[in-house]
């Protein structure tokens, strides 16, 4: 079982679970930290971005369910 503990994948999954864990955490606490309007300005910045992205990858499913339905029909 101490053959695991050496292994270099184990420490890489280990520090990115804590990893995304902590970092939200300080994203949060960084943005509670900032001046009122500062701190509403990036909380908006978060939910625009994210719904472009959001929208983005809609448009790609799509594109690429366009793409095969077309070429089943030839």
Avoid: H, N
């Avoid at 001046?35 to 990036?42: C, R, Y």
């Avoid at 994210?50 to 089943?72: N, T």
């Amino acid at each position: 079982m101490s053959f695991i503990i050496r292994e270099k994948w184990v420490w890489i999954i280990i520090g990115a679970c804590i990893v995304a864990g902590v970092v939200p955490w300080l994203v949060i606490w960084l943005i509670l930290e900032m001046p009122g309007v500062l701190g509403a300005f990036f909380v908006w910045t978060i939910i625009f971005s994210w719904g472009i992205v959001a929208g983005y990858e809609d448009w790609l499913m799509d594109k690429k369910k366009r793409g095969k339905l077309a070429s089943s029909l030839d």
